[in-house]
């Protein structure tokens, strides 16, 4: 009994001493705000909208917080989960229009983006119902969600439901997305 008391003694004093330490492997450091950041970005696309001259259709405010702008409307059906869909797309920065991506030569080529032995064409990925794994950000999901097959819209997407305060390539932490799609067809 005794061994067992200062057993249990000396656990507490560990996790204690432990606990206290700078360097703490379960002190992950301030976490992402999502929330907040969803609020910011929020009336910085609100502003934007309002001084866009963006051709539409309509517009659809995504509860999400995506923006789908639908220019041409497709004569096919909406995705269900599942579905693979085939797209072409132009990505930019909302901020000042910076191309950071393409799947398009010639755009490629004109945004400095083309690189020897890239290869251009559709896109394919696959629309998963929420909380599942995705192989493309948050908005692209919410987004085609609510396009037919043969549309072309703008994505306007919050940086929550893009890559939040990750860089990537050409992309800063925190940028709100703008992807001009066509929306090719689907399996």
């Known amino acids: 009994m005794k061994k067992l ?54 517009r659809i405010h995504d509860p999400s917080g995506t923006v789908i ?25 909302m901020e000042d229009g910076t191309v950071f991506d393409t799947n398009i030569e010639s755009e490629a080529i004109e945004n400095d983006l083309h690189e020897e032995g890239d290869e251009y064409g559709p896109y394919d990925f696959q629309l998963v119902a929420p909380g599942q794994q995705s192989e493309v950000i ?9 396009l037919r097959s043969g549309s072309k819209a703008v994505l306007v997407i919050p940086s929550p439901l893009a890559y939040q305060d990750q860089e990537k390539g050409l992309i800063p932490a925190n940028s709100i997305l703008i992807y001009n799609v066509e929306f090719l067809g689907m399996d």
Not at 18 to 30: M, Q
Not at 138 to 146: D, N, P, T, V
Request: a negative charge; glycine letters at 10%.
């Open 138 to 146: 948050l908005g692209w999901q919410y987004g085609f969600s609510h």
């Open 69 to 93: 702008i639908v220019q041409e409307e497709g004569n096919a059906s909406r995705p269900n989960y599942g579905n693979v869909i085939y797209t072409n797309y132009v990505g930019k920065l």
């Open 5 to 58: 008391v200062i057993g249990l003694m000396a656990a507490i004093v560990g996790i204690a001493a432990f606990s206290c330490e700078p360097n703490n492997p379960y002190d992950f450091g301030p976490q992402y705000d999502f929330e907040g950041n969803m609020e910011t970005d929020s009336l910085k696309i609100a502003a934007y909208l309002d001084t866009a001259q963006i051709d539409s259709l309509y």
